[in-house]
């Protein structure tokens, strides 16, 4: 029966009032925004240290498919990543296709046979990340999981998929965009793969709405993005890896925000920036998701994605987070306590070229008469007790090991 058209304008301008003014909800939404209760998810107790692995979206974005991903496995085998700590292979968005007649996702024409593609992956001793979003369409408008969260998750799991990238994106436009929603909506998906029980590594990705880094670790996940997209341009990164630094309380193992992935290797920045990256990344610290094709990887791209000394930064155990020490102009001299006892102090040209000046006094007492200290770039001892003294390129950094001699 036809409402009369009096109610059916008013249920119009309600449904119309019901949306946010912010966000991209859609006000065609085929499905009510449904008040969602879903109970804190546990730690599934897996990424200790900041993930490391390859994603496909900064190099390869839409035309990322099954062959590539197994090119890149192959490459991380043979320039050595995977021995440097790189083990994660991560699929970005694009793959998926149909949902089967009993509602499983299938994957689509560039992807094939999902279940071979893992194995392929698990064989060279890595492991195989996937994407999805909680609404009905990915950001790129294919087929995400709403309505079908555990089922997606049983299917990534038979897969052996052991990494997921939840994009809230298509979820705009069937709940109102709320902190509640995004809460609810994140713990659904950090529940169902609980559930499912595989291992997943559990990554959030919107970008920094309503705090997540405060309410993140209620949803089950690991890792949760911090800021909008990246790209590769110095003031992208760079603005995206120092607004960090105001967030570091909020990270640690097992639990990591994330101010997206590396664009070192895919030639928007100089080497200097790119070297900026991968030590203000490790300082911070954050996860390393190299996003570069790495089949054509020139020296310098190699040199920064395998130094073992800043890697070793980034996965140190304990986990503390970097803070700002001071600042020397247009330099940020961060600090960082290591699990060892040692520090690891960053200096960051943010203009251009600087010389930088510090006793390793400023580091505290046990530091002011006897240290050692090491250039985790130049792979050098640094003897001196004198006050360091280093010349930095523009958007150049520099990373120091200081090792107090007497504790
Ligand atoms: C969003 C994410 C990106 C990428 C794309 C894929 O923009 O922030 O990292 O996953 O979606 O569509």
């Known amino acids: 029966m036809q409402l009369p058209l009096s109610y059916r304008v008013i249920a119009t301008v309600l449904a119309f009032l019901a949306v946010p003014v912010t ?131 049983r299917q990534f799991a038979a897969w052996g998929i052991d990494y997921l990238k939840y994009d809230y994106c298509g979820a705009r436009d069937i709940y109102p965009v709320t902190q509640r929603n995004q809460e609810m909506l994140f713990r659904k998906m950090g529940a169902a793969l609980l559930k499912a029980g595989r291992p997943v590594v559990y990554s959030l990705s919107q970008s920094g709405e309503f705090d997540i880094w405060r309410w993140g670790p209620q949803t089950g996940a690991n890792l949760w993005r911090t800021t909008p997209d990246i790209s590769d341009d110095w003031n992208s990164m760079s603005q995206r890896g120092f607004r960090q630094l105001e967030l570091s309380a909020w990270s640690g193992p097992g639990h990591w925000s994330d101010p997206d992935m590396l664009e070192i290797g895919n030639g928007g920045m100089s080497t200097d920036e790119y070297r900026t990256q991968m030590s203000l990344w490790s300082m911070l610290p954050a996860p390393l998701l190299a996003g570069n094709d790495l089949r054509t990887m020139d020296a310098a791209t190699r040199e920064i994605l395998l130094n073992r000394e800043v890697i070793a930064v980034d996965q140190d155990p304990a986990g503390h987070p970097a803070r700002r020490l001071e600042r020397q102009g247009d330099v940020e001299v961060l600090v960082r306590d290591m699990a060892d006892g040692s520090v690891v102090v960053g200096f960051f040209n943010r203009g251009e070229k600087a010389t930088v000046r510090l006793p390793w006094r400023r580091l505290g007492n046990r530091f002011a008469t006897a240290a050692q200290a090491r250039d985790l770039w130049l792979h050098t001892a640094i003897d001196s007790m004198a006050p360091f003294v280093a010349t930095l390129p523009r958007h150049g950094a520099s990373l120091i090991r200081v090792i107090a001699a007497t504790r």
């Open 23 to 153: 966000g991209c909800a859609n006000a065609n939404a085929s499905e009510p925004a449904a008040p969602l209760a879903v109970a804190p998810v546990p730690s599934n107790g897996l990424a200790a240290t900041p993930p490391m692995g390859w994603n496909s979206w900064n190099h390869f974005a839409g035309r990322i498919t099954a062959a590539d991903v197994r090119a890149m496995a192959d490459a991380i085998v043979a320039n050595g990543m995977r021995e440097a700590g790189y083990v994660y292979v991560n699929i970005d968005d694009t793959w998926e296709g149909d949902r089967n007649a009993a509602g499983d996702i299938q994957p689509n024409d560039k992807f094939g046979d999902m279940k071979a593609l893992a194995d392929y992956v698990h064989a060279r001793g890595l492991k195989l990340g996937i994407y999805s979003s909680p609404g009905a369409k990915t950001c790129a408008g294919f087929a995400g999981s709403h309505g079908h969260e555990e089922q997606d998750a």
